[in-house]
């Protein structure tokens, strides 16, 4: 398997749930990132991963919480999440976090919450 | 603060027609720009990019020239498919550990 590959594809959830998102690469890269897609918005970052460690977060709500165990996987644990945070959340990993290294996105989780 | 503009959209367009989708950024240094495409139900994918000005990206019949004078980097395709049919994201990558700014998005749709 090859690319960046998100699990689940699909994920409801109510606002008191806890669940996780999962990432994985398998492009020997070394930054993983999280982006947020929402309807008519911009795409916005909301973390960085260089070598494991976090190098950025863009001011994302506590509820959002990130993990890289290492330089190949990275999850988004969400707790207590607000209807609002519904979005498509979209996994990417680049060679490193230099700005001329382009992204490699995964084909994203689509999350709803009730 | 770093950002990209693109034309509005949706974009409708017959098949084999000329296709641009303006992109306009404001960014401080020599940003790094890209256009990114998205297919449905997909991520993103990298489409082309240019480093420095006057650079042209180029990638399956699309091309874009980093504009630094004009801070533009217009995408252009001579004759476009059905199949191009998706969203066109423009962005740009600054100094910040590999930060993409991307603009809104526009929708390509081509009819037969």
């Known amino acids: 398997e090859t690319g960046v590959t998100q699990t689940p594809r699909h994920l409801v959830m109510g606002m008191t749930n806890k669940k996780s998102l999962k990432c994985e690469q398998h492009?020997?890269?070394?930054?993983m990132y999280w982006y947020k897609q929402s309807a008519k918005k911009p795409l916005e970052l909301m973390f960085v991963?260089?070598?494991?460690?976090?190098?950025e977060n863009n001011s994302v709500p506590s509820r959002f919480s990130p993990e890289c165990p290492n330089s190949s996987h990275l999850f988004l644990h969400l707790h207590t999440l607000q209807p609002e945070d519904s979005a498509l959340y979209l996994c990417?990993?680049?060679?490193?976090?230099?700005?001329?290294?382009?992204?490699?996105f995964g084909n994203g989780t689509r999350l709803t919450v009730t | 603060g770093d950002s990209v503009t693109q034309m509005e959209g949706p974009v409708t367009l017959s098949e084999e027609a000329f296709l641009t989708i303006n992109c306009t950024y404001t960014?401080?240094?020599?940003?790094?720009l890209f256009w990114y495409v998205q297919y449905p139900g997909e991520g993103l994918q990298l489409l082309l990019k240019?480093?420095?000005?006057?650079d042209k990206g180029s990638n399956k019949g699309f091309e874009a020239t980093y504009r630094k004078e004009t801070t533009s980097f217009h995408l252009e395709k001579g004759s476009v498919q059905v199949s191009d049919s998706a969203v066109y994201f423009c962005?740009?990558?600054?100094?910040?550990?590999?930060?993409?700014?991307f603009g809104q998005g526009t929708i390509l749709t081509v009819h037969p």
């Open positions: 990417a990993s680049s060679q490193d976090s230099s700005h001329n290294s382009p992204l490699h």
């Open positions: 492009l020997g890269h070394n930054a």
């Open positions: 991963y260089s070598l494991e460690e976090r190098v």
């Open positions: 960014a401080t240094g020599y940003p790094s």
């Open positions: 240019a480093t420095k000005a006057d």
């Open positions: 962005a740009l990558s600054g100094t910040s550990y590999g930060k993409l700014t």
